[in-house]
């Protein structure tokens, strides 16, 4: 049985000055996660692959809010040739969102994209489960590279508890790839109106108590944000709308 990871997800765009009243609120909860810790500026780029049919009907199936849905991405968090990439499997279902991951060396990207091999050496049995199942949904859905995603993101984590995450992204931008490569830097890359800073306030089970207080003292609302589908939207927005 696959063991994907349950959480969550609340989004809202907001503007910078509720971006900061909120960064306050949570101050006595949360610390910087680890990659944010390494970073002068607190953020760090999370740049990611999609793969999508011919149709794009993953990014047609998130612009008609489906209630179960999936998307397929390879995520990098840098272009150092060493550093491993992760596929990503991301599902919704009735608003519970479902993760599988696995990082892979990068040198084996194409290879698995391409269907030249099916595995990853060294990876535990819980990676190689998230790998095949990568690779079916891909295979069943026809699914192949069609765009890089990259945005900047300012991250905290509970103090007590890391599946709670606080996450602010800025400066979304994309491009058309259909080669099998994630790059975080890519002098091709074009911005996406955003409307402001995607806020995300993410948990497993029960919303603690200081979310919930962020939530009424700013009085924030949902809202549904898809990167995907919004930068698919901007880099080909007749084709979006016609979907």
């Given at each position: 049985?696959?063991?994907?990871?349950?959480?969550?997800?609340?989004?809202?765009?907001?503007?910078?000055?509720?971006?900061?009243?909120?960064?306050?609120?949570?101050?006595p909860?949360?610390?910087?996660?680890?990659?944010?810790?390494?970073?002068?500026?607190?953020?760090?780029?999370?740049?990611?692959?999609?793969?999508?049919?011919?149709?794009?009907?993953?990014?047609?199936?998130?612009?008609?809010?489906?209630?179960?849905?999936?998307k397929?991405?390879?995520?990098?968090?840098?272009?150092?040739?060493?550093?491993?990439?992760f596929?990503?499997?991301?599902?919704?279902?009735?608003?519970?969102?479902?993760?599988?991951?696995?990082?892979?060396?990068?040198?084996?990207?194409?290879?698995?994209?391409?269907?030249?091999?099916?595995?990853?050496?060294?990876?535990?049995?819980?990676?190689?489960?998230?790998?095949?199942?990568?690779?079916?949904?891909?295979?069943?859905?026809?699914?192949?590279?069609?765009?890089?995603?990259?945005?900047?993101?300012?991250?905290?984590?509970?103090?007590?508890?890391?599946?709670?995450?606080?996450?602010?992204?800025?400066?979304?931008?994309?491009?058309?790839e259909?080669?099998?490569?994630v790059?975080?830097?890519?002098?091709?890359?074009?911005?996406?109106?955003?409307?402001?800073?995607?806020?995300?306030?993410?948990?497993?089970?029960?919303?603690?108590?200081?979310?919930?207080?962020?939530?009424?003292?700013?009085?924030l609302?949902?809202?549904?944000?898809?990167?995907?589908?919004?930068?698919?939207?901007?880099?080909?927005?007749?084709?979006?709308?016609?979907?």
């Open positions: 049985m696959l063991r994907y990871r349950n959480r969550h997800e609340c989004k809202f765009v907001v503007p910078e000055s509720v971006a900061d009243r909120v960064r306050r609120i949570v101050a909860f949360v610390r910087l996660d680890g990659h944010a810790q390494r970073s002068a500026d607190r953020s760090y780029p999370i740049a990611s692959l999609y793969l999508d049919d011919s149709q794009h009907s993953l990014c047609r199936e998130t612009l008609e809010g489906q209630a179960q849905r999936y397929l991405r390879v995520r990098a968090y840098s272009d150092d040739l060493n550093a491993p990439v596929l990503e499997v991301k599902r919704r279902c009735v608003g519970v969102v479902q993760k599988l991951r696995a990082p892979v060396p990068r040198a084996l990207l194409a290879d698995l994209l391409e269907g030249r091999r099916s595995t990853v050496p060294g990876a535990t049995a819980l990676q190689g489960e998230a790998v095949a199942e990568f690779l079916r949904l891909a295979t069943l859905r026809r699914a192949s590279p069609c765009a890089i995603v990259r945005y900047q993101r300012e991250a905290w984590v509970g103090l007590d508890d890391d599946e709670l995450r606080v996450t602010f992204d800025r400066r979304l931008c994309a491009v058309a259909h080669r099998p490569r790059a975080v830097h890519d002098p091709r890359l074009v911005t996406v109106p955003s409307g402001g800073v995607v806020l995300e306030l993410k948990f497993t089970d029960r919303c603690p108590s200081w979310m919930q207080q962020v939530i009424r003292s700013g009085e609302r949902r809202t549904s944000f898809s990167k995907y589908a919004r930068s698919m939207q901007a880099l080909a927005p007749d084709r979006a709308a016609a979907t």
